[in-house]
């Protein structure tokens, strides 16, 4: 297992990835090779600081950044010696298996596309986001690579989805659900219509449309949709539950009686926070590429940096990249008509 | 003020819809005329068990209920009968300006379509959400009306939107704002650049794109998007609410520590609730058409009834329909290129 790590453009710097990565050494994460990419003094403060020695631990020096105000594309092919370039580079090469970002994820997205390429008979690479429930969590695909779809690009977003759920968070049959503004067959637009035609006639476990309600009910383990409307799903669960835990807190510091209160009931709150920490599921995963991907928040911290190295290592010890591969092809032949190879040895 | 009430169709039934009346006569609540409309001996009866006398009020009988499962269209057509035709065709044949319904949304929705039809320059009805926020609340419009929509369809939504937000929920000039999977200008599909350019040349406080994490933070007042986004947004909103409400309570349940300080924090819970809950905004007005028409939460209770009806009489007294008219003639008339009757007199 060969990582490449790209140390910049997140908030606090290559201190707190060295720090995730001190965290995951000790919880099992055993590289074989482990590539910091970015500005060599600050990397050789960081491990410095830590007392950090690894065997295999190499430094990849890259002078730029790509930063939240470049244009993704542009910037991948003007900034050639910018970390995620870099480190895409180190896959593309075969000198790594797998790149864990926090930059931008417009440019991770695009560094994939033109340094690694899609998987063949993958029409379009799809950003996966692990959202939390109150019984375990949903992946949703696409979190906004691709704001304008094809109903055959959602087909492949629950393939890749289910083998991430099944093989990654441990799900058995992972339920898919395509989003949409009921239940009923035959609810949505063209898009959707099309798209619930096409999955029915695939391996996967189809439960067929979702709506918002059932997002946080038990229902569903992978959730199919367009780049915009997951864009907009994420971002607004984000924002309401940031809300909630603002009023809640608020509230609670009105008077001395609710302080005590919560004072007293303090683990609940912990908890909570924690059951809905997305970091807890290591970052967001760029599917549909010729290597392994996350995306980790911009604002991560060491716990999350360890969780995001050891899904790294569960992803690529479990060929997630290569299953991908082997049943997009096989719902790939499906769709064209033609006898696919039983969906059922894919498993 | 001449309001019709669809009683029909709810979880609870007619003795709701009467017990949240009465809240409402004591808070002021004044109709010159007031229709119960729906199944007479139960209606007869809601009314002697609440000791309710009333002048100007009118029991309508109507035989049949639009149900859950009736498809909309159909239902309206087949059944001319049903509670909310007969409340719709008060407004029609001007015995009354109103109708609040706790009938299936499509339902309604079509009645007042084929019973009412749209305001001269509508395109298309909507259905607007008052959705709470930390500070106050958003009106998301479209929340599910029409799935398909045009660039000019969003731009009468925004402008729909914000003759609510003024004149029911006291926004000065409310914050208008594009649905899109970022701020910055020229994001988007088609749809919303598009949107985007016709929203500019508006008299509207238009803010420019917005995305999911800008929901819940103080930057919008009336959230602009086509119904397919707007059922999820609004939908998932719900389902994590309450998903967060179960958790907590969970977390709360587990020891008698944390129950002891949930007891002390009570109040922060029940106020964090009150807060949230839509209800306080009477329910979800459709806009865009020859009468007022609000629609409530089928689990409606006597509270929520008494919002409902104090909303309506708020939206009448403001007279949102005519204002609506007019300021969707004026925008018509900028997009198509013409001197525009001053906007600024609208307001």
Same mark, same amino acid.
């Given at each position: 297992?060969?990582?490449?790590?790209?140390?910049?453009?997140?908030?606090?710097?290559?201190?707190?990835?060295?720090?995730?990565?001190?965290? =995951?050494?000790?919880?099992?994460?055993?590289?074989?090779?482990?590539?910091?990419?970015?500005?060599?003094?600050?990397? #050789?403060? +960081?491990?410095?600081?830590?007392?950090?020695?690894?065997? !295999?631990?190499?430094?990849?020096?890259?002078?730029?950044?790509?930063?939240?105000?470049?244009?993704?594309?542009?910037?991948?092919?003007?900034?050639?010696?910018?970390?995620?370039?870099?480190?895409?580079?180190?896959?593309?090469?075969?000198?790594? #298996? =797998?790149?864990?970002?926090?930059?931008?994820?417009?440019?991770?997205?695009?560094?994939?596309?033109?340094?690694?390429?899609?998987?063949? !008979?993958?029409?379009?690479?799809?950003?996966?986001?692990?959202?939390?429930?109150?019984?375990?969590?949903?992946?949703?695909?696409?979190?906004?690579?691709?704001?304008?779809?094809?109903?055959?690009?959602?087909?492949?977003?629950?393939?890749?989805?289910?083998?991430?759920?099944?093989?990654?968070?441990?799900?058995?049959?992972?339920?898919?659900?395509?989003?949409?503004?009921?239940?009923?067959?035959?609810? !949505?637009?063209?898009?959707?219509?099309?798209?619930?035609?096409?999955?029915?006639?695939?391996?996967?476990?189809?439960?067929?449309?979702?709506?918002?309600?059932?997002?946080?009910?038990?229902?569903?383990?992978?959730?199919?949709?367009? !780049?915009?409307?997951?864009?907009?799903?994420?971002?607004?669960?984000?924002?309401?539950?940031?809300?909630?835990?603002?009023?809640?807190?608020?509230?609670?510091?009105?008077?001395?009686?609710?302080?005590?209160?919560?004072?007293?009931?303090?683990?609940?709150?912990?908890?909570?926070?924690?059951?809905?920490?997305?970091?807890?599921?290591?970052?967001?995963?760029?599917?549909?590429?010729?290597?392994?991907?996350?995306?980790?928040?911009?604002? +991560?911290?060491?716990? =999350?940096?360890?969780?995001?190295?050891?899904?790294?290592?569960?992803?690529?010890?479990?060929?997630?990249?290569?299953?991908? +591969?082997?049943?997009?092809? +096989?719902?790939?032949?499906?769709?064209?008509?033609?006898?696919?190879?039983?969906?059922?040895?894919?498993?």
């Amino acid at each position: 297992m060969r990582v490449a790590v790209d140390v910049m453009g997140g908030d606090h710097g290559p201190d707190v990835v060295v720090g995730g990565l001190k965290m =995951a050494l000790e919880a099992g994460f055993l590289p074989e090779k482990l590539y910091l990419v970015g500005q060599r003094p600050s990397i #050789d403060q +960081a491990l410095r600081m830590h007392g950090l020695r690894l065997e !295999g631990l190499e430094i990849v020096h890259a002078n730029e950044v790509l930063t939240m105000e470049d244009r993704p594309v542009h910037a991948v092919r003007r900034k050639p010696d910018c970390s995620i370039v870099r480190a895409m580079e180190l896959v593309a090469t075969a000198q790594a #298996d =797998a790149v864990i970002s926090m930059g931008n994820t417009g440019g991770i997205f695009a560094a994939a596309t033109f340094k690694l390429g899609r998987l063949p !008979g993958v029409d379009r690479g799809a950003i996966a986001a692990v959202i939390p429930t109150p019984e375990h969590a949903f992946v949703l695909v696409d979190a906004g690579a691709n704001i304008e779809c094809k109903p055959q690009h959602l087909v492949q977003y629950a393939v890749m989805g289910s083998v991430y759920a099944r093989k990654v968070l441990q799900m058995e049959r992972p339920r898919v659900g395509l989003m949409n503004v009921g239940r009923e067959d035959g609810k !949505g637009n063209e898009l959707t219509q099309e798209a619930f035609r096409l999955l029915r006639q695939t391996h996967l476990n189809f439960v067929g449309n979702i709506e918002g309600h059932d997002l946080f009910a038990d229902r569903v383990d992978v959730v199919v949709t367009d !780049g915009f409307v997951g864009n907009v799903i994420l971002k607004t669960c984000e924002s309401l539950a940031l809300a909630m835990f603002g009023m809640l807190r608020r509230e609670l510091n009105r008077n001395v009686k609710r302080r005590l209160g919560a004072i007293l009931a303090s683990n609940a709150f912990r908890a909570l926070r924690r059951r809905l920490d997305p970091e807890a599921y290591g970052g967001a995963p760029l599917l549909g590429f010729r290597g392994t991907v996350l995306k980790v928040h911009g604002s +991560a911290r060491e716990r =999350a940096w360890c969780s995001a190295l050891l899904i790294t290592a569960e992803t690529l010890r479990h060929h997630v990249r290569e299953l991908i +591969a082997r049943e997009i092809a +096989a719902v790939n032949s499906v769709l064209a008509g033609q006898p696919a190879t039983s969906a059922s040895s894919l498993t």
